[in-house]
């Protein structure tokens, strides 16, 4: 997937602040954006807004302290890739 100037110059703007603010800056994930956008495009095509995709499987994409709290306090969820399946 092409990373698009908006969200080059989003990214870019987001971590200026960061980093003016003493934390670390962000990256860009293309796999994460690519899942990103596919979930948002079944969203608007399929008229319904929820963490939850057409498979009926949920998504959390968290930073790595959050990881590592879920991995220790939610053995229910799963790590898959650069996102946590909730299994409920």
Do not use: C
Not at 12 to 22: E, K, P
């Amino acid at each position: 997937m092409e990373e698009h100037p908006f969200i080059i110059k989003v990214v870019y703007l987001t971590n200026q602040f960061r980093i003016a603010n003493g934390i670390s800056p962000l990256s860009i994930d293309l796999n994460l954006q690519k899942a990103t956008q596919q979930h948002s495009e079944n969203m608007g095509n399929l008229d319904f807004f929820s963490h939850t995709g057409i498979d009926n499987r949920t998504y959390l994409f968290v930073g790595e302290n959050e990881k590592n709290n879920i991995l220790a306090n939610f053995p229910q969820f799963q790590l898959e890739g650069v996102a946590f399946e909730v299994i409920i």
